[in-house]
């Protein structure tokens, strides 16, 4: 057991409201290249005769401060596609603020990310989920990552995925990719299962290194990797015709998701302890799952 | 928000081993009898041309001590019903043992006990779990209930229910239904969702009156009035057709079911904590659910 989760001291400092809203403004450019990317795949495939999804936005306001917006689309490539950018403000609980950093003064905080996460419908195409964030108390920090999870994976789709995770952390730091690889499948783990959630990627947190920046930079890079990465793996296998064992193995598989998330995700935890929008957080779980 | 929750402090004392024999014997009859009426109601329905179920045994062993039988059915009325009785005992962290009565002097335990959980094909047919157990640290207490869940709620349904449960109640305390009827619609809540999971039932826990044999009485009782309830409910649905409207609306109900157990269930922590096995602990999740 390493210390990655641990809360680690953080520098006292807080962005600007210009710096803030520069953080807003790209997560939402990044949620808008996104759906396009998607509702483009839907397009694009021959195989089905369903007629091709959109995505619908849902905005929704936060008791105590801020709100998002979610945008769903249920198409024919992705049986259920969530991606939500929030902005959230107000104050902690004081048992959750003890777990943060630079909460010893007030309790104040702020908040602002992307996360998607996609289901689809075939079996052959893994699903996924990226979130990046930007979090202020009395300090600041970057987190997020991103991480594939095929029902059936192959070492194609893994090596093209963390191949672009890798080159997106390199840019910044040598350092990077191994340690937020590690700390990705550390995260992504059911202990209960003894299983990884699926083939990894890369997660961070509490990324200050003093330089904002360079940070802000370093989570634009990694949200415009995968906006490159995943829909080329989507791709590969769009059109591939699937069986109904491999496709009743998928349903087990986002049981695991559903427990993973349930169990152990910090960003469902964050959400209900900070009274989020219950659809948004559980925005994340699959539209249908099985289990033996 | 009461103190339902809150450890007691109950009297130090344990049962003798023909005590606990006796509560580990009547478990397993219980489980017998409960499987035999459930098997009985397989055969009996006619509207469906599918082969009635019948329970498979599943032993399984607890790394630290003890173990249990899983028997799980897949029919035609019931989609999955597992019926589950263990006795596991060791040691507990010292982070669980915090939580229970009689830890203070050892962390030594042993518990013994009966869950069931059924999900009926037909949305039309209420899903349900019923659990009883013993539990022996330095004291010793009860706890257990029974709660419905119905997709589409009746009265006559929710009537019958908490009748023989209040029966079974009235026998041993005039308190007892009252109480224990509040308790699980508090325990029984999805805060997050802020709904109830079902139309409740009773739920018991740190149940010691100083009368170890009365209390073992009303645990039985429970379970007997649960034995003839549940399939008398089941019968008056089971032969009725359904639309695949309220069959989405069963798979919707499922995932707060599974939203329920893996964000709030005690009894899913008790394992997940005690290192049980992990099969016999999820096997409360429905064979299929559906997320919006």
Same mark, same amino acid.
């Given at each position: 057991?390493?210390? &990655?989760? =641990?809360? #680690?001291?953080?520098?006292? @400092? ?6 803030? *809203?520069?953080?807003?403004?790209? +997560? ?26 959109? &995505?619908? =936005?849902? #905005?929704?306001?936060?008791? @105590? ?6 945008? *769903?689309?249920?198409?024919?490539? +992705? ?214």
């Amino acid at each position: 057991m390493t210390n &990655f989760g =641990k809360r #680690p001291n953080l520098p006292e @400092g807080i962005p600007s409201d210009q710096q803030r *809203i520069a953080v807003e403004e790209w +997560f939402v450019k990044l949620r808008d290249l996104l759906c396009s990317e998607m509702e483009l795949l839907e397009e694009k495939q021959n195989s089905s005769n369903r007629l091709p999804g959109r &995505f619908e =936005k849902k #905005p929704w306001n936060r008791l @105590g401060g801020g709100g998002g917006v979610m945008s *769903i689309m249920k198409g024919k490539v +992705f049986e259920k596609v969530g991606v939500n950018v929030s902005t959230v403000y107000g104050d902690l609980s004081s048992e959750f603020a003890a777990k943060l950093p630079g909460t010893s003064k007030n309790t104040t905080f702020w908040a602002s990310g992307i996360s998607l996460v996609a289901h689809p419908y075939s079996p052959l195409v893994p699903a996924v989920h990226m979130n990046t964030r930007h979090i202020v108390t009395g300090a600041n920090w970057f987190g997020g990552g991103a991480d594939l999870t095929p029902t059936i994976s192959n070492n194609a789709d893994t090596a093209l995925f963390h191949g672009a995770l890798k080159e997106a952390c390199d840019c910044h730091s040598s350092e990077y990719y191994e340690r937020y690889k590690a700390w990705c499948d550390e995260y992504f783990f059911l202990p209960h299962r003894d299983e990884p959630r699926g083939v990894g990627g890369i997660f961070f947190d509490y990324v200050n290194t003093g330089d904002w920046k360079e940070d802000f930079m370093f989570v634009q890079d990694v949200g415009r990797a995968f906006l490159e990465v995943y829909p080329e793996i989507v791709k590969h296998h769009m059109e591939k015709s699937w069986s109904r064992q491999e496709r009743e193995q998928q349903l087990i598989k986002r049981g695991r998701y559903v427990e993973f998330n349930l169990l152990h995700d910090r960003g469902t935890q964050f959400g209900l302890q900070t009274g989020g929008n219950i659809e948004a957080i559980l925005m994340s779980m699959p539209p249908s799952a099985k289990w033996q």
